[in-house]
């Protein structure tokens, strides 16, 4: 039995609802972040949030967007005082640590 195209429908509408959703409302924080950057350009790259501890963890949380396209958010997280693997992956620099791009400063609750 194959899939109706209602089905193929609904599947498709959820899977690109998780990539517009906001980082912060797939993975809420009640605190703002430590550091938050832009790790690419102001059209497209990927939006970064660092929480240096945590409950005990260091927690990054990163969404790539651009203007026609996005990513769902995603999570990582280590011990305090060391990098996430999300955070070694994206490699931001000091200059890119400056804030976040317009409209993408993190929403705590």
């Not at 517009?20 to 009640?30: G, Q, S």
């Not at 949030?49 to 769902?72: F, L, N, P």
């Amino acid at each position: 039995m194959s899939p109706t195209p209602s089905l193929l429908g609904l599947v498709f509408a959820a899977t690109l609802a998780g990539c517009w959703r906001d980082p912060w409302d797939a993975y809420p924080m009640a605190t703002m972040p430590d550091r938050q950057c832009n790790v690419g350009s102001s059209t497209h790259g990927t939006d970064l949030y660092v929480w240096y501890c945590v409950d005990h963890q260091r927690v990054a949380i990163g969404k790539y967007s651009a203007e026609m396209s996005s990513k769902s958010p995603e999570r990582s997280t280590g011990p305090c005082g060391a990098e996430t693997e999300l955070e070694q992956r994206l490699s931001p620099t000091p200059e890119q640590c400056q804030g976040p791009r317009d409209g993408r400063t993190w929403q705590a609750h």
